[in-house]
Nanobody
């Protein structure tokens, strides 16, 4: 049974930084589809960033340049480095994992990828991030 778990949430002031990590039992991140989503209170879950098997990444426009997704294959850990956090970044952050089956994970538009919740099969329970102004 695959389990995915997020770590590292917390409270930070606007402009601060946090690093989220994601670990799994039963699922190997390397060569598969990985991403981060978030859900603010009263809003729908939205995709923050995704990483394809060839290293191509996609970011939500509002976090571009401030957030970075990375993967430690040796230790099977996914990270989300979040800098210059804003109050609108408050919410529950979810790690998402999916199986690539040896193919690109997401639709391609030139060098751009588009991802959605449907691309992922395994989800963590989420970790709360609160950004105060």
């Amino acid at each position: 049974q695959v389990q995915v778990q997020e770590h590292g949430g917390g409270s930070v002031q606007s402009g601060g930084s946090l690093i989220l990590s994601c670990t799994s039992s039963g699922h190997t991140f390397s060569g598969n589809c990985m991403g981060w989503f978030r859900q603010a209170p009263g809003k729908e879950r939205e995709g923050v960033t995704a990483l394809d098997i060839d290293g191509i990444t996609k970011y939500l426009d509002s976090v571009q340049g401030r957030f970075t997704i990375s993967q430690d294959n040796a230790n099977n850990v996914l990270y989300l480095h979040m800098n210059l956090l804003k109050p609108e970044g408050t919410g529950m952050y979810f790690c998402a994992a999916g199986l690539s089956h040896g193919r690109y994970c997401y639709p391609r538009f030139g060098k751009q990828i588009a991802f959605s919740q449907r691309d992922f099969s395994f989800w963590g329970q989420g970790t709360q991030v609160t950004v105060s102004s």
